[in-house]
């Protein structure tokens, strides 16, 4: 069985990073570690959360495993709350990336033009440093413009995303760039791609729901992670995530749910769990 860690916070009410990611990529038939940088009231976006910070148990969580011969098939972060917690977690690629790890970064940190509350103007620059030394990434438009120093644009067409994605390339992704929630036609919303190794663009879309909830991205890139591990292609693992999400957003429009909370992907998962077979 194929084993990948994921290192990003605990945010226990509001469904997104560790609580997204452990529930989806394990139904998936993957094990998944965790490594928790902090355990949150609720995510960010709820007001008046508790946030206590984990990042000094990083490091000794790293040497137990390291001292035990732990490996991992691929290493997958999401949101990370600072820059010495990037450079962590820029350390643990070191010591457990081999040549055939997986390294997989959300560089989840804003949304809709702007940063989230709590992160100032130099941390793009960081999350950026690690897209890096990363195989593959999976920014949102925002974060794609933030990590470039690309103005977030009021509109755009194919060329604007095509450049952002080979400025995106440049950072020294050794893989693959995707940038996620591209509306480059009218209703609809897609998915675009650059194969770093073929030199190859690819994008596909599918019709833009109208309500935009918290924790899309973070069950975009868990899936695609989990369709990846089992075998999949980029672009086939890709496509999987994006139906999970679109669905999971068609089930809590259903529920008529607090955008805030996050989508219900529960019932979603035996169905994708069919996609994978
Ligand atoms: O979904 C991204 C995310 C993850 N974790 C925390 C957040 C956010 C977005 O706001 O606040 C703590």
């Known amino acids: 069985m194929k084993r990948i860690v994921t290192i990003q916070d605990i945010s226990c009410l509001g469904k997104c990073s560790i609580t997204v990611a452990l529930p989806i990529i394990s139904a998936m038939g993957i094990e998944t570690v965790i490594l928790p940088t902090a355990v949150l009231s609720t995510h960010t976006q709820f007001s008046g959360f508790t946030c206590a910070d984990l990042e000094n148990q990083i490091e000794p969580i790293s040497k137990h495993w390291k001292s035990i011969n732990a490996d991992f098939d691929a290493i997958y972060t999401g949101y990370l709350a600072s820059v010495s917690q ?3 977690v820029k350390k643990f690629f070191q010591t457990f990336g081999k040549d055939e790890t997986l390294r997989f970064v959300d560089p989840a940190m804003a949304d809709n033009g ?3 509350a709590g992160f100032d103007d130099s941390f793009p620059k960081s999350m950026a440093e690690l897209c890096g030394i990363a195989d593959i990434i999976v920014p949102n438009l925002t974060e794609a413009c933030l990590m470039t120093d690309t103005e977030y644009p009021d509109s755009y067409d ?3 995303i095509r450049e952002l ?3 995106l390339a440049a950072l020294g992704t050794r893989k693959a760039v995707v940038i996620t929630g591209v509306t480059a ?3 609809k919303t897609g998915v675009y ?3 770093v190794q073929t030199g190859e663009f690819f994008n596909f879309s599918h019709k833009k729901e ?3 909830y918290h924790g899309t991205g973070d069950i975009f890139a868990s899936v695609t992670l989990g369709a990846l591990e089992n075998g999949n292609s980029l672009e086939k693992s890709l496509k999987i995530a994006a139906k999970f999400t679109v669905d999971s957003i068609k089930e809590t429009v259903k529920n008529d ?3 805030t909370y996050g989508v219900d992907f529960e019932p979603v998962i035996p169905e994708l769990i069919k996609q994978l077979a």
């Open 86 to 88: 990037i450079e962590l």
């Open 114 to 116: 702007k940063l989230y």
């Open 158 to 160: 194919e060329a604007f």
């Open 165 to 167: 994605l080979l400025k």
């Open 185 to 187: 036609e009218a209703g």
């Open 193 to 195: 791609g650059y194969n």
């Open 210 to 212: 109208s309500s935009s």
């Open 257 to 259: 749910k607090d955008k």
